[in-house]
């Protein structure tokens, strides 16, 4: 890497996080600094919600099954977009109707306080290593590219994530993602074309792929797998709670129908576009161990893209990557002071609950730091990211989605299926291979993982089908919902909000597009194309600056 990448990584790191910290004084209260005033412009929660989802493996995890397995790392991301298409239409639109500021209030408001100090509490925990697994990723780019140790780099780029999310809240968070989106996106359109010429063209890569590297399953990944992973990523897109808050951060729920539509929309075409690089990669480099497949994707880039751009790619890379980090530790931050501090202290002023929020911010990015750190000694990246998926997607997300269609689910029935699913899987998952020689391949672990929950849920319903009725929760629940729609909405501040916000990334972007302009004048290869795209990012930023004052 030369020292005019480096140089560019500098200013792009300064470029976002003088973005993220302009939100510092945005976070008068609960609801602005937690759901960014409650009102934000669909784009904007829609390209956030694909950035915190996509960028969590995108470059790591499913660049080194894309170098290993090909299409299948495509496939899997397809059944990304299947459930987001499912939960536009069905699910995003009834979590914005609840008017929930969290998830954790839902579960309060819709199941009672006991259910939901539990959900909270195992919420958290799995939160700090999901945020851990997420955190690795980052720095495992950052190796490869620069060669800083990937323990110095988590620690560094840890204090960094956590600095401008504890700042600058849910804004700090969305302005980033959609930064990252409009880089990313421009950057991988300079890296395929690039990629295939150094291989010598589309035919070159499709005569010398090894066999079956387009096949779209194979016995890894196998269709059960496929369709146990399809269901996870709906439990998992539709009751996650930092996802949910993409959901509840929207004005109306036909604002929220369009984030599951765009998001949706998005894992349609960008899945074919993003795993080039690193399927490119193994034409022109097929002999990477286990561990050095995590890098295949930032290994391409370095073979063809031109200085400068390396760079950029890399910061964008970190910073979109590390968005699954920011959005988990905001929305945690969130549930303990409003769901844990806000019932302890409960004429706890707005100024105390965003001071909380920010200290909550802090700790659990330190906890997050201390799980990357031990990531390799896991077995991986891959292994961490689906053993956490199989072990506790369905079991904590699907029983308090299901209470959001059911009247009759109360707060005990859906935390004795989360409880029985969560023993399930961990026996067979650490004591089964032990006490009764049985070990799960991968798809028959995330099958269980999502059958379970399911099954009994199914059950329980059945059951309580018979009875006719729907319980003293759900009403309690429909009666709260009515009150809070008839409070006063904070409409001008949301705006505000919004302009400002909208202002922010047409900056962030028009000053992108005026460095990739820059770096064309000294681009040894791909000039024009890289010329070209630094032009059409500039103009799209003047475009967003423009819209920002309407």
């Not at 560019?8 to 973005?19: D, E, G, M, Y």
């Not at 499912?86 to 408001?109: H, M, R, S, V």
């Not at 100024?351 to 911010?361: E, M, P, S």
């Amino acid at each position: 890497m030369t020292k005019i990448d480096i140089g560019v990584i500098i200013i792009f790191t300064l470029l976002v996080f003088v973005c993220g910290m302009s939100f510092s004084k945005s976070g008068k209260n609960m609801k602005s600094f937690f759901a960014a005033g409650g009102a934000l412009p669909w784009w904007m929660s829609g390209l956030s919600l694909f950035m915190s989802f996509f960028s969590a493996g995108t470059f790591v995890v499913w660049g080194s099954i894309a170098y290993k397995s090909g299409m299948v790392a495509i496939a899997i991301q397809w059944t990304m977009c299947i459930a987001g298409i499912i939960i536009a239409f069905w699910i995003a639109p009834k979590w914005q109707k609840t008017k929930a500021l969290t998830t954790a209030e839902f579960i309060t408001d819709r199941l009672g306080k006991s259910t939901q100090k539990i959900y909270t509490y195992l919420f958290l925990v799995i939160s700090i290593f999901s945020t851990g697994a997420f955190l690795y990723p980052v720095a495992k780019i950052v190796e490869v590219s620069t060669g800083i140790p990937i323990y110095t780099s988590i620690i560094f780029l840890g204090i960094l994530i956590l600095i401008y999310t504890a700042v600058g809240g849910l804004w700090a968070v969305i302005v980033t993602d959609v930064l990252q989106f409009v880089v990313l996106t421009a950057a991988v359109l300079i890296v395929v074309p690039l990629s295939f010429d150094k291989i010598g063209g589309l035919d070159n890569f499709i005569t010398k792929a090894p066999e079956h590297f387009f096949d779209f399953v194979n016995t890894e990944y196998s269709p059960l797998f496929m369709i146990a992973f399809g269901l996870y990523n709906l439990f998992f897109i539709a009751g996650n709670w930092a996802y949910v808050q993409r959901y509840t951060s929207v004005a109306t729920p036909k604002d929220a129908k369009k984030v599951g539509l765009l998001f949706g929309g998005l894992y349609t075409i960008s899945p074919l576009i993003w795993m080039l690089p690193p399927m490119i990669y193994r034409i022109l480099n097929p002999e990477l161990g286990n561990l050095a497949e995590e890098g295949a994707y930032l290994l391409m880039c370095k073979e063809v893209l031109p200085v400068g751009m390396l760079g950029l790619m890399l910061g964008g890379m970190v910073f979109a990557t590390s968005s699954s980090v920011n959005t988990t530790l905001n929305i945690s931050a969130g549930v303990l002071a409003n769901d844990i501090y806000k019932h302890l202290k409960p004429k706890a002023s707005n100024d105390q609950l965003v001071k909380v929020g920010r200290i909550a911010t802090i700790i659990l990015g330190v906890l997050t730091i201390g799980i990357a750190l031990l990531v390799p000694f896991l077995g991986g990246i891959v292994e961490v990211v689906m053993s956490l998926a199989a072990l506790t997607g369905g079991a904590m997300f699907l029983p308090p989605l299901w209470a959001l269609f059911s009247k009759r689910q109360t707060g005990k029935t859906v935390l004795l299926v989360t409880i029985i699913s969560l023993v399930i899987n961990a026996f067979f998952k650490f004591l089964s291979p032990t006490i009764l020689n049985i070990t799960l391949d991968r798809a028959q672990e995330m099958g269980l993982g999502a059958a379970v929950p399911i099954l009994s849920l199914a059950i329980i319903e059945f059951y309580l089908y018979n009875k006719k009725t729907s319980t003293v929760q759900h009403d309690n629940h429909a009666k709260l919902v009515i009150t809070k729609l008839e409070e006063a909405q904070e409409e001008e501040e949301s705006n505000e909000g919004n302009k400002k916000g909208t202002k922010v990334i047409g900056i962030g972007v028009a000053a992108t597009g005026l460095l990739i302009l820059l770096l064309s004048f000294i681009a040894e290869n791909g000039a024009l194309l890289v010329g070209g795209m630094g032009v059409l990012v500039l103009f799209l930023g003047i475009f967003i600056i423009k819209k920002s004052r309407i």
